[in-house]
């Protein structure tokens, strides 16, 4: 037997990491990067932030 669940197509509260990607796309949002490693390098600095930041991600 097959069980269809029907989700919404954008749902951060079913997929939490919507919430950190969504953080990081915004900021980086006017970043004009010219080499692909430096944009590397911001995003990995920007999710370093959420394993190191005192307070968990909520939502705006």
Same mark, same amino acid.
């Given at each position: ?6 989700? *919404?197509?954008?749902?951060? %509260? &079913?997929? *939490?990491? +919507? !919430?950190? !990607? ?13 080499? #692909? %490693?430096? &944009? +590397?390098?911001?995003v990995?600095?920007? #999710? ?7 307070? *968990? #991600?909520?939502?705006?």
């Open positions: 037997m097959l069980t269809v669940f029907l989700l *919404p197509t954008y749902s951060p %509260d &079913l997929n *939490p990491v +919507e !919430w950190v !990607w969504a953080h990081v796309k915004r900021s980086l949002a006017n970043l004009a990067v010219v080499a #692909l %490693d430096r &944009l +590397e390098a911001l990995r600095n920007r #999710l370093s932030a959420f394993s190191t930041g005192p307070a *968990p #991600l909520t939502a705006s």
